[in-house]
């Protein structure tokens, strides 16, 4: 178990499987959160993704990237692939021989990279699609949204903005995550919809005297490790390297419900829609085929 201070609570903490009956009665029904070491190891998105290989396999596409502002801006940017990569690069080269004229790339970030690129899909294979409901199954490809940043990139507390379940699968890497339990909101300074002013790593105190009853747990997610975070559930990202991962969003009938006692918490519209849209799949039973050109702007939902 991996734990943070006196408050925390724990993660369970599992070694390259997990049988999905056993996550869905242990996890999701119980809003669990869920670690699982080395489970993508044989992937061969673990073995082979990175800078070249995406040079080789996406040519000359567009990146379309963010940069997560102080205050909460998120700038959008976009540029040639090659030259993003060529970015990367040269920021893990000069970090590693200290040039402080270095330029973090900003994050290539919430890409529904095997939409755009069906030829990667095979580089996550074997998938274990009975992790998910039986709705997002079959299709499961198309609702990842991929990452990708540099060292000392950050996304600042927040939670995922339909309140779904959410698996996440490191690539490349190692990120740091700080999670806080949904009834640590009103502790972490809570600014707008689903974005918080607590840093974890410097937390202001002062302003938020209640953020010393917080339950953190950190946990440090690498190559190969899958992670299950509840809906609801606060997190705090920091890449340590350069990261590459993906994640699916995703609801259960349970959480697609629950989600809709906060239209009246500050949940924007865009969001209930979404929302909607997932229960005409998870709770009315149309197929993922129908559901999906409703759902698929989503991916590139900014909020």
């Not at 989600?259 to 998870?282: C, D, E, H, Q, T």
Request: aromatic share 14%; net charge neutral.
């Amino acid at each position: 178990m991996l734990k943070d201070n006196k408050n925390c609570r724990k993660i369970r903490v599992l070694q390259g499987h997990i049988d999905a009956q056993e996550f869905h009665h242990q996890h999701l029904a119980l809003n669990l959160p869920l670690l699982v070491k080395g489970y993508a190891n044989q992937w061969r998105a673990t073995q082979c993704w990175g800078t070249e290989y995406f040079r080789q396999k996406m040519g000359q596409s567009q990146v379309v990237t963010k940069e997560f502002k102080p205050g909460g801006e998120i700038v959008m940017g976009k540029m040639p692939l090659n030259e993003y990569m060529d970015s990367v690069d040269d920021f893990e080269y000069r970090t590693a021989n200290g040039d402080s004229r270095r330029i973090r790339p900003a994050y290539w970030h919430d890409v529904p990279i095997f939409e755009l690129f069906p030829e990667l899909i095979a580089d996550a294979e074997p998938f274990q699609a009975d992790l998910l409901p039986r709705f997002y199954q079959r299709d499961w490809h198309r609702y990842v949204q991929f990452f990708m940043s540099s060292a000392e990139s950050v996304t600042k507390l927040h939670f995922d903005t339909l309140r779904t379940h959410n698996v996440f699968f490191q690539i490349k890497g190692t990120k740091e995550w700080v999670l806080y339990p949904p009834e640590d909101m009103y502790r972490c300074g809570r600014n707008s919809w689903r974005w918080f002013d607590i840093d974890p790593d410097n937390p202001d105190v002062d302003s938020y005297p209640e953020y010393a009853l917080a339950q953190p747990i950190r946990v440090r997610v690498e190559p190969g490790d899958m992670l299950y975070i509840p809906p609801g559930t606060l997190h705090h990202v920091k890449s340590l390297d350069t990261c590459i991962s993906f994640n699916i969003d995703f609801h259960t009938p349970e959480s697609v419900m629950d989600s809709f006692r906060y239209i009246r918490k500050g949940m924007p519209k865009k969001v209930v829609y979404y929302n909607l849209v997932s229960a005409l799949g998870v709770i009315a039973g149309l197929p993922s085929r129908w559901v999906f050109p409703f759902y698929k702007s989503y991916l590139n939902f900014v909020s």
